[in-house]
């Protein structure tokens, strides 16, 4: 099935470190979602994006949608030890429902102290 | 609120066999989708449920269905199971399924096939 390419893969950082990521389209999605997965959970969301060139912020997590609409970028500032877990983005293309998500290929953040 | 709920979190089964799968959505939301998650393939659509009909679907032999209740809780069912169907399921619901109604994911269903 279809999967968004998503990148880094994997990242080390330190405590303290800012972090992005990236998702990148073949296709136009007209909703652009980031979530947190941490081991044995569901994703949780963290950030939702409904117009191009939106910049939405969460605390420390910032995303945008990319102008093109066919890319998005997740931000964290200033990392801490809880924010290790698997990142993913997911994008919507439906107009009239946005209910069939394609997820990207997940980001694995770690931090060390 | 309560959120998505999921049962059974964990499930051993042997291929032939069938399963079902049971999703209790958040208080209110009427659009429930399933997704089944791999290391291989990652995450993949199943299927959206709203009003008890079936309104999207993702690319999964029939051998996956499912439905939904008036009171939105949803099953999801699995015949003939086959080893590659080891995965955990995970259903996700929205108010309406609508554009700025994003998607709350349960804790999933660890499916296993022996």
């Known amino acids: 099935g279809q999967q968004l390419n998503q990148s880094p893969q994997s990242m080390f950082i330190q405590e303290g470190e800012d972090v992005s990521m990236n998702c990148t389209s073949s296709?136009?999605?007209?909703?652009w979602l980031w979530y947190k997965q941490d081991p044995g959970e569901g994703p949780v969301l963290l950030i939702a994006?409904?117009?191009?060139?939106e910049l939405t912020s969460n605390g420390r997590l910032t995303a945008q949608f990319g102008i093109t609409r066919k890319d998005s970028f997740l931000n964290i500032s200033a990392s801490i030890p809880s924010d290790v877990g698997i990142y993913f983005c997911?994008?919507?293309?439906?107009?009239?429902?946005?209910?069939?998500?394609?997820f990207g290929t997940g980001t694995r953040l770690q931090v060390t102290l | 609120k309560a959120g998505v709920t999921q049962t059974p979190r964990y499930l051993i089964k042997t291929r032939g066999q069938q399963v079902t799968l049971s999703c209790s959505p958040i208080s209110g939301h009427r659009s429930v989708s399933w997704y089944q998650q791999t290391p291989g393939q990652g995450l993949q659509f199943l299927f959206e449920?709203?009003?008890?009909?079936?309104?999207n679907k993702g690319n999964f032999p029939g051998r996956f269905s499912g439905r939904q209740f008036s009171n939105s809780r949803s099953e999801m069912n699995v015949s003939t199971l086959e080893l590659g169907d080891s995965a955990l399921y995970l259903c996700?619901?929205?108010?309406?399924?609508?554009?700025?109604?994003?998607?709350?994911f349960g804790d999933g269903t660890r499916l296993s096939i022996l």
């Open positions: 996700a619901s929205s108010y309406d399924g609508g554009r700025g109604q994003p998607q709350h």
């Open positions: 997911a994008g919507s293309v439906n107009t009239g429902t946005a209910s069939k998500l394609t």
């Open positions: 296709s136009i999605f007209n909703t």
């Open positions: 994006l409904y117009k191009a060139g």
């Open positions: 449920y709203f009003s008890e009909t079936q309104r």
